[in-house]
């Protein structure tokens, strides 16, 4: 009966907000913290764990694949999202809706416009209110406004409809890639977020067949191809909802550390996967063995000596939010991070200009050019990106982002180039297996493009500002398909240079990743203002 009143009247003392979980005690004092706070022995409650350290020693994990195929179909979403409005515009049953009231550059472009907006204020809104609450909001917007798209009758509300589900679009890019990092082990980073990355094909075979069921073989109106394509969005928010928690990271940032370590131990609580190989050269890091580390608990996680114990033994979470003026000068503070930005930028532009200004177009190219079947012919353009998906994330982690992007947007300018010469000075009617297969390569080589970019875009910049910098630099790839959509509507008509012009964009985008670093293999950054209170600056 005296030990116990003797442990609760430590326990009471170890809560008041007075005392600090980090003041020095004496060998009693640790056993007893070992019975009040941790069920494992002493030895494994005196590790002192950062998140960067635990999420290391648990490997990939089942959760990490969950994690991957939730965030893929996000993406997949978008996709559909985009490529629709190629379906759209080809549709006759479309183009006797609206008539001579259409104007293609101003409706394929509204998505554009709207992505611009989305990308920046959903990049803000991660770092402000919380990752997922903004994925969430994001995804809802993309369903919403699909539904409605498929529902008007006026072109004008169809632009408007477009704009919105672009505000969903753009912001979703940002909130699944900066979610996704943050929960990944440093060693496998590249290998899931090639992994989310590659359902960017997902989401464009699933439109393409959709487009080739319902609108070639089954003509039905293009407003149930529309509500279909809205499906997906719908799909992820329940997804989200189920298996997503917010980043630990940034809980972390927020001073949430009981919340944080709830997090990590819901991630430790996956079985382990079979699929990742061992990396032999780092000892903490094992995915295939079968030990996992303990749970943790204040007594084996890092909290900054100077933070004081709250209620329940928890840390009483900051509200320290900032402005989205305050955040962008955080991020064009210094000349090294406008350095990064402006090429970082630069290489979002040049792949959106290229990519998104020749994917909403190809199957009107393919019609004007007199391929047989066009829509199958789309189908198969969006299966290029497979084997692009399948080779990237198997090197993605041993080459790193950086060579992965320079080598595929070089071969993808080639393909490019070869596909202008094709069109132009060929004969399509005799060589249409060619040019089909050269757009297939180009499309594999963009796919690689952007999966490297994606994870270069996330491991440049710490956890404090990563979400904005994405919604960043997903607004400057949006200003790219912007203006490629503006381009290439006035050259429809001439459909070599169209081509020329896009391959022309992918070589400066096969320049500028030179002058970037690699940051592959190494462990995120987490505050960009020197605090050493970062959880990768401590010693685990």
């Given at each position: 009966?005296?030990?116990?009143n003797?442990?609760?009247?430590?326990?009471?003392?170890?809560?008041?907000?007075?005392s600090?979980?980090?003041?020095?005690?004496?060998?009693?004092?640790?056993?007893?913290?070992?019975?009040?706070?941790n069920?494992?022995?002493s030895?494994?409650?005196?590790?002192?764990?950062?998140?960067?350290?635990?999420?290391?020693?648990?490997?990939?994990?089942?959760?990490?694949?969950?994690?991957?195929?939730t965030?893929?179909?996000?993406?997949?979403?978008?996709?559909?999202?985009i490529i629709?409005?190629?379906?759209?515009i080809?549709s006759?049953?479309?183009?006797?809706?609206?008539?001579?009231?259409?104007?293609?550059?101003?409706?394929?472009?509204?998505?554009f416009?709207?992505?611009?907006?989305?990308?920046?204020?959903?990049?803000?809104?991660?770092?402000?209110?919380g990752?997922?609450?903004?994925?969430?909001?994001?995804l809802?917007?993309?369903?919403?406004?699909?539904?409605?798209?498929?529902?008007?009758?006026?072109v004008?509300?169809?632009?408007?409809?477009?704009?919105?589900?672009?505000?969903?679009?753009?912001?979703?890019?940002?909130?699944?890639f900066?979610?996704?990092?943050?929960?990944?082990?440093t060693?496998?980073?590249?290998?899931?977020?090639?992994?989310?990355?590659s359902?960017?094909?997902?989401?464009?075979l699933?439109?393409?067949?959709?487009?080739y069921?319902?609108?070639?073989?089954?003509?039905?109106?293009?407003?149930?191809?529309?509500?279909?394509?809205a499906?997906?969005?719908?799909?992820?928010v329940?997804c989200?909802?189920?298996?997503?928690?917010e980043?630990?990271?940034?809980?972390?940032?927020?001073?949430?550390?009981?919340?944080?370590?709830?997090?990590?131990?819901?991630?430790?609580?996956?079985?382990?996967?079979f699929?990742?190989k061992?990396?032999?050269?780092?000892?903490?890091?094992?995915?295939?063995?079968?030990?996992?580390?303990p749970?943790?608990?204040?007594?084996?996680?890092h909290?900054?000596?100077?933070?004081?114990?709250?209620?329940?033994?928890?840390i009483?979470?900051?509200?320290?939010?900032?402005?989205?003026?305050?955040?962008?000068?955080?991020?064009y503070?210094?000349?090294?991070?406008i350095?990064l930005?402006?090429?970082?930028?630069?290489?979002w532009?040049?792949?959106?200009?290229?990519?998104?200004?020749?994917?909403?177009?190809?199957t009107?190219?393919?019609?004007?050019?007199?391929?047989?079947?066009p829509?199958l012919?789309?189908i198969?353009?969006?299966?290029?990106?497979?084997?692009a998906?399948?080779?990237?994330?198997y090197?993605?982690?041993?080459l790193?982002?950086r060579?992965v992007m320079?080598?595929s947007?070089?071969?993808?300018?080639?393909?490019?180039f070869?596909?202008?010469?094709?069109?132009?000075?060929?004969?399509?009617?005799?060589?249409?297996f060619?040019?089909?297969?050269t757009a297939c390569?180009f499309?594999a080589?963009?796919?690689?493009?952007?999966?490297?970019?994606?994870?270069?875009?996330?491991?440049?910049?710490?956890t404090?500002?990563?979400?904005?910098?994405?919604g960043?630099?997903?607004?400057?790839?949006?200003?790219?398909a912007?203006?490629?959509?503006?381009?290439?509507?006035?050259?429809?008509?001439?459909p070599?240079?169209?081509?020329?012009?896009?391959?022309?964009?992918?070589?400066?985008?096969?320049?500028a990743?030179?002058?970037?670093?690699?940051?592959?293999?190494?462990?995120?950054?987490?505050?960009?203002?020197?605090?050493?209170?970062?959880?990768?600056?401590?010693?685990?």
């Amino acid at each position: 009966m005296e030990e116990q009143n003797e442990k609760e009247a430590l326990l009471k003392a170890e809560l008041s907000p007075t005392s600090s979980f980090r003041k020095k005690q004496d060998n009693s004092m640790e056993e007893e913290n070992d019975i009040l706070y941790n069920n494992n022995n002493s030895t494994t409650a005196t590790t002192k764990y950062t998140i960067t350290s635990y999420l290391n020693e648990i490997g990939a994990n089942n959760f990490h694949y969950i994690l991957a195929l939730t965030m893929g179909l996000g993406n997949a979403s978008d996709a559909t999202e985009i490529i629709a409005m190629n379906y759209y515009i080809s549709s006759d049953d479309f183009l006797l809706d609206f008539g001579d009231s259409l104007h293609l550059e101003v409706l394929t472009s509204a998505i554009f416009f709207g992505m611009l907006l989305g990308g920046i204020c959903a990049g803000y809104l991660g770092d402000a209110i919380g990752r997922r609450k903004a994925l969430l909001l994001t995804l809802g917007v993309n369903a919403i406004s699909g539904v409605l798209s498929a529902l008007t009758s006026s072109v004008l509300f169809l632009s408007l409809c477009r704009f919105i589900a672009g505000i969903g679009v753009g912001g979703t890019v940002p909130l699944i890639f900066t979610l996704s990092a943050e929960m990944l082990p440093t060693k496998t980073r590249g290998f899931f977020l090639t992994l989310v990355a590659s359902f960017w094909m997902v989401g464009s075979l699933f439109t393409s067949f959709i487009a080739y069921i319902l609108l070639a073989k089954l003509n039905v109106s293009w407003r149930l191809f529309a509500f279909v394509c809205a499906l997906p969005s719908a799909l992820t928010v329940f997804c989200v909802l189920l298996f997503i928690p917010e980043s630990p990271r940034r809980l972390y940032l927020r001073q949430k550390y009981q919340d944080t370590i709830r997090v990590l131990n819901k991630i430790n609580s996956y079985k382990k996967y079979f699929m990742v190989k061992q990396d032999d050269d780092h000892n903490n890091y094992d995915p295939l063995s079968s030990s996992t580390p303990p749970q943790l608990t204040m007594q084996n996680f890092h909290v900054p000596d100077r933070l004081n114990v709250e209620d329940g033994g928890d840390i009483q979470g900051v509200n320290n939010e900032v402005t989205f003026i305050e955040q962008s000068k955080k991020i064009y503070s210094n000349k090294k991070s406008i350095y990064l930005m402006l090429l970082l930028q630069s290489l979002w532009f040049f792949l959106s200009f290229s990519n998104y200004g020749l994917m909403t177009w190809i199957t009107t190219i393919f019609k004007t050019i007199k391929i047989a079947d066009p829509y199958l012919d789309s189908i198969i353009f969006a299966a290029g990106g497979l084997p692009a998906n399948i080779l990237s994330a198997y090197y993605m982690d041993a080459l790193g982002g950086r060579k992965v992007m320079i080598l595929s947007m070089g071969l993808g300018s080639i393909m490019l180039f070869c596909f202008a010469f094709e069109v132009g000075y060929a004969y399509p009617d005799n060589i249409s297996f060619i040019i089909v297969l050269t757009a297939c390569l180009f499309n594999a080589f963009a796919t690689s493009s952007w999966n490297a970019l994606d994870i270069m875009s996330t491991e440049t910049f710490p956890t404090d500002v990563r979400s904005t910098v994405m919604g960043y630099l997903s607004a400057s790839g949006r200003i790219g398909a912007i203006a490629g959509q503006i381009v290439n509507a006035q050259l429809i008509n001439n459909p070599t240079m169209l081509i020329f012009s896009s391959g022309m964009i992918m070589v400066l985008g096969t320049i500028a990743p030179m002058f970037l670093p690699d940051m592959s293999g190494q462990n995120l950054q987490e505050r960009s203002d020197g605090d050493k209170c970062s959880d990768d600056d401590v010693d685990a």
